[in-house]
T-cell receptor, first 113, second 114 residues
Framework: NAGVTQTPKFRVLKTGQSMTLLCAQDMNHEYMYWYRQDPGMGLRLIHYSVGEGTTAKGEVPDGYNVSRLKKQNFLLGLESAAPSQTSVYFC????????????FGPGTRLTVL | AQSVTQPDIHITVSEGASLELRCNYSYGATPYLFWYVQSPGQGLQLLLKYFSGDTLVQGIKGFEAEFKRSQSSFNLRKPSVHWSDAAEYFCAVVLNSGYSTLTFGKGTMLLVSP
């Protein structure tokens, strides 16, 4: 079991460029989440999905889009990157039930110049 | 709205000493509470969780936490800290029941001195 994996691990973009971050999980989890982590801010929820084909906005969704075409994958897109999107991005997944933990990937460090 | 407060940004503890990391939450009903740990350059790992029952919960790596409804707190403790415990610790509460979205505190960085 690989758990939750994220691709790529590091990326540098120029302002205005686009990219997609891939999250994959092999635990057959229904729920998946994208967070960003900034110094002193903790983790903030960007978007989430409670099943294949469904997505919803979190706390900080502006500038991001997501898709969940397959149950095991959750993609995070930046259409036109901005320096404010420089951050570490984490994906997580879980089974249904509020008492069940979220399992986190190792993160993607993104720098936008 | 629900929120989570971790009052201490940094804490330094001597190796072998006891540890308590504070977490306060605001929520009307009994919350689902979690403590996660993040080692440098790593993702988050669950230490323990609480959702009902015994208010003292045991976790991995020798950690425990106590839920105190009267104080709206869920403090993390460890009787004897090891150098490998140096990491950032996050308290979190379920924000949206049904979708299980989490609200995280801003984290407490634990430094362990020799």
């Amino acid at each position: 079991n690989a758990g939750v994996t994220q691709t790529p691990k590091f990326r540098v973009l120029k302002t205005g460029q686009s990219m997609t971050l891939l999250c994959a999980q092999d635990m057959n989890h229904e729920y998946m989440y994208w967070y960003r982590q900034d110094p002193g801010m903790g983790l903030r929820l960007i978007h989430y999905s409670v099943g294949e084909g469904t997505t919803a906005k979190g706390e900080v969704p502006d500038g991001y889009n997501v898709s969940r075409l397959k149950k095991q994958n959750f993609l995070l897109g930046l259409e036109s990157a901005a320096p404010s999107q420089t951050s570490v991005y984490f994906c997580a997944s879980k089974t249904s039930g509020d008492y069940n933990e979220q399992f986190f990937g190792p993160g993607t460090r993104l720098t936008v110049l | 709205a629900q929120s989570v407060t971790q009052p201490d940004i940094h804490i330094t503890v001597s190796e072998g000493a006891s540890l308590e990391l504070r977490c306060n939450y605001s929520y009307g009903a009994t919350p689902y509470l979690f403590w996660y740990v993040q080692s440098p350059g790593q993702g988050l790992q669950l230490l323990l969780k609480y959702f009902s029952g015994d208010t003292l919960v045991q976790g991995i790596k020798g950690f425990e936490a106590e839920f105190k409804r009267s104080q709206s707190s869920f403090n993390l403790r460890k009787p004897s800290v090891h150098w490998s415990d140096a990491a950032e610790y996050f308290c979190a509460v379920v924000l949206n029941s049904g979708y299980s979205t989490l609200t995280f505190g801003k984290g407490t960085m634990l430094l362990v001195s020799p």
